[in-house]
């Protein structure tokens, strides 16, 4: 194609810039309350503020006609009853929660919205909000020198988002995710802004294909859309884990996975025949590698018929599944939304005669090109489809599956546009919208339909769900991958900022394709990125059809004993990830972090991508290049613990430090302590024995936090959990701790032990007030 060569910037090709054509709203005329709800009249539309609770404020700014406070399928929470009164003073209006405060300048019409302190947040600028008569909406604000941008779902790139653009706009993209590429697979249209004043974000909640523009100005940003209302809520924060526990207040928090589903996960574009799948699983077992996890990805199916399997690739699913069960693997089918057309077929039977499938207005089905050829595509917006589709996954659940993956559900269609006509008509349960306005929440809602119906079905099991494409709130049914990536070095190196910057977006479940997923991966990718994988709160290796097989032998034994090793990491690691899974479902706050998070005062941690942190006390810098053994790792203020070689290194301060290849660099915090288990061969082997590791610090306190369940129903919710809190303080001379814990959970291990790392001799342990023996220098068993 002529434009991929120079001709693309032919001079005689190049477009004039055009003045952008958009007008302001006008000033505000009149206003009224309505209960919770201030009600102004602009020269165009109407502007509505509502609190959702002290610390969340909707603004929204209809330029075409009334405010409808709508809401997008995102929102999970509805309006408290916040109290306040509106105060006049003829130029200004203002509405103060005990949290923020918006101030509406009436003419021009100048939205402000401050903090209790009166420090601002959120200012427009002059340009304010505008329109074009063609229905696009555009906000700007301010952008002050010491602002930086987290947040913003799947994008390239490194971790703050200042100086970038970016698109909205759900996104098969199978060519090589580059720093320019922009759409993917995710859209989540919020973010938070981090200064030295302190932290709040902002949620865009349009559904419309819409742009974000950090860059073209040096001092504001834009947030706009191609349609719909300038509708947002800003978060008061002040902290960044405050603005994280306000987002996901509002688009809801992850459930807590099923602990299969923390495991390793192994995956293949495809593992075609139930003996490739068998031979697969024998060789991990032959190999004393742990596995938790098979993918089947589309060969499995009959014809790429959905809710199918092929009679003569997969003669017996049902014995296959079950006998894996009992190996302690769970087996997790692959589910695109395309339904094949096909009269004799049962699904798009239903779908047509019970009128389920996206239709054009005047009545006819729409049909694009998917793997099955010509199919239909669920109406996912409406509810009747959202629960046959759920309904039908009865047929996985009597096969004995608890899991599902959701591919090509932005939705992706083979053609021009890569996705569905825009002007298909979505049902939207009695309020009809075009597909232009729905497709990114088109994938959010077939996970709904997916993750809700499954759950109806595995009486009380914890379902797990997988899915590519997804809008804010797709927390509360998936965990994402990061869709097609490659076996390249820069890959393995952007999918860091890349989870990073969907934890910070309410998605804590997240990771790539380990080991790449197009293009031929090599050994030292392979271990190097495993050992990323083994930290990374989903951890999938998977692979495409056509290129090199990536199983964890297959680069020879050098690369296999490294992998090994991290893979039975990932499994010791286990306790504490699962601490943290549920912390994120609880408070919103992601499993790995950036370094920001947990150091926001720390200016050398505003873009620091290359590494990142699990929980709140400990730093992975990982190996993220080829043919090298030194990088440089950045560790925060605190001394920090080696991991593997209780060396105690300084923070504050860069080191470089020697990595050979079956080193993954892990710090803790000194004074810090984290839970680990012991290696097992899947997720279904009984835990026996626990251990606290407890790095000595003196003049230290730290409370550390350790959640048990039974890992695979829904029990907890009636209070079958165990939490333990044990604050740890330690001096020149004693440890002393103080347990607690809360529940009645009977976790299964035999043995629970304390062991200490850095401990100096002499140093006396109690807990509870009751003096330790050791059973040799900082080994303690203890019944707790
Ligand atoms: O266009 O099902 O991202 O993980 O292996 C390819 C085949 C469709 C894309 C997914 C990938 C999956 C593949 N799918």
């Given at each position: 194609m002529l434009e991929d060569t120079s001709f693309a910037i032919h001079p005689g090709g190049q477009q004039k810039l055009t003045s952008s054509g958009y007008k302001p709203v006008g000033p505000l005329q009149s206003y009224q309350l309505a209960g919770n709800v201030f009600r102004g009249k602009t020269d165009r539309g109407e502007l509505a503020i509502v609190f959702y609770r002290d610390d969340i404020v909707r603004i929204e700014m209809n330029p075409f006609g009334e405010a409808q406070l709508l809401h997008s399928p995102a929102i999970a929470a509805e309006a408290n009853q916040v109290l306040y009164r509106p105060e006049d003073t003829g130029e200004t209006i203002t509405l103060s929660s005990q949290k923020l405060s918006v101030s509406i300048q009436k003419q021009p019409l100048l939205i402000t919205v401050m903090d209790q302190n009166g420090r601002i947040l959120v200012q427009e600028t002059k340009k304010g909000m505008a329109y074009k008569e063609t229905k696009e909406v555009i906000c700007y604000k301010n952008m002050k020198e010491d602002e930086h941008f987290y947040g913003f779902g799947e994008k390239t790139g490194f971790l703050d988002k200042r100086g970038e653009k970016m698109v909205m706009w759900n996104s098969d993209v199978y060519a090589p995710h580059n720093p320019e590429t922009d759409s993917l697979y995710e859209s989540i249209p919020f973010f938070t802004t981090l200064s030295k004043a302190g932290a709040h974000g902002i949620f865009f909640d349009n559904t419309f294909k819409t742009t974000f523009d950090l860059r073209s100005e040096e001092d504001s940003y834009s947030f706009a859309s191609?349609?719909?209302?300038i509708n947002y809520y800003v978060f008061a924060g002040p902290t960044l884990k405050q603005v994280l526990e306000q987002y996901t207040h509002l688009t809801g928090k992850s459930p807590i996975p099923?602990?299969?589903?923390l495991g390793y996960h192994q995956s293949r574009y495809s593992y075609e025949t139930e003996q490739e799948v068998r031979e697969l699983v024998k060789m991990f077992k032959e190999k004393n590698i742990p596995l938790d996890v098979v993918h089947l990805d589309i060969h499995y199916m009959d014809g790429y018929r959905v809710f199918t399997f092929d009679p003569n690739r997969f003669p017996n699913p049902k014995q296959l599944i079950q006998d894996l069960k009992a190996e302690g693997i769970h087996v997790v089918p692959i589910v695109d939304p395309g339904v094949k057309e096909?009269?004799?077929y049962h699904i798009y039977q239903q779908g047509v005669r019970e009128d389920l499938f996206c239709k054009y207005i005047e009545g006819s089905i729409y049909f694009g090109e998917v793997w099955p050829g010509n199919s239909a595509f669920p109406d996912f917006t409406s509810e009747k489809a959202r629960k046959w589709w759920g309904d039908n996954h009865q047929f996985y659940s009597d096969l004995g599956i608890e899991g599902i993956w959701n591919d090509m559900n932005e939705p992706a269609v083979f053609n021009e546009t890569k996705t569905m006509d825009l002007k298909v008509m979505h049902e939207n349960d009695g309020d009809p919208k075009t597909h232009r306005e729905l497709h990114n929440v088109y994938g959010l809602l077939m996970g709904k339909a997916t993750y809700e119906g499954l759950k109806t079905k595995l009486n009380g099991k914890r379902p797990f769900l997988l899915t590519r494409a997804g809008y804010s709130g797709v927390q509360r049914y998936a965990a994402v991958w990061t869709g097609d990536n490659r076996s390249f070095w820069e890959h393995l190196q952007m999918s860091l900022p890349m989870v990073m910057n969907l934890g910070m977006s309410g998605i804590p479940f997240a990771g790539p394709d380990v080991g790449g997923f197009a293009y031929d991966s090599n050994g030292e990718l392979l271990t190097r990125w495993t050992q990323v994988g083994a930290l990374t709160p989903f951890f999938r290796n998977h692979s495409a059809i056509g290129f090199l097989r990536q199983e964890?032998?297959?680069?020879g034994k050098k690369y296999e004993e490294v992998i090994r090793k991290y893979i039975q990491l990932r499994y010791q690691w286990l306790p504490q990830l699962y601490t943290l899974f549920k912390e994120a479902h609880d408070t919103g706050v992601p499993i790995m972090r950036p370094l920001v998070l947990e150091?926001?005062?720390?200016?050398?941690?505003?873009?620091?991508?290359?590494q990142f942190m699990i929980g709140d006390n400990v730093v992975v810098a990982p190996i993220l290049k080829p043919s090298d053994e030194y990088r440089v790792v950045y560790l925060p203020k605190g001394d920090w613990y080696d991991y593997w070689t209780g060396e105690k290194l300084a923070g504050g301060t860069r080191h470089l430090i020697q990595v050979p290849l079956d080193t993954l660099p892990i710090y803790v915090l000194a004074g810090t302590a984290i839970a680990h288990g012991p290696v097992r061969m899947s997720t279904e082997e009984k835990e026996t024995e626990r251990t606290v590791h407890i790095y000595y610090q003196a003049e230290s306190e730290y409370t550390f936090k350790m959640y048990e369940d039974d890992g695979s129903t829904f029990d907890y919710e009636n209070g079958s959990f165990i939490d333990y809190s044990f604050t740890i303080e330690q001096d020149e001379t004693s440890v002393n701790i103080s347990a607690q814990k809360q529940g009645n959970y009977q976790p299964d291990w035999e043995r629970f032990e304390l062991k200490f790392h850095g401990l100096p001799e002499n140093i006396r342990v109690s807990i509870n007030g009751e003096v330790l023996q050791a059973r040799k220098h900082g080994l303690y068993q203890i019944n707790l």
């Open positions: 191609e349609g719909g209302a099923p602990k299969w589903a096909d009269p004799e964890p032998w297959s680069f150091y926001p005062e720390d200016e050398n941690t505003y873009n620091l991508y290359d």
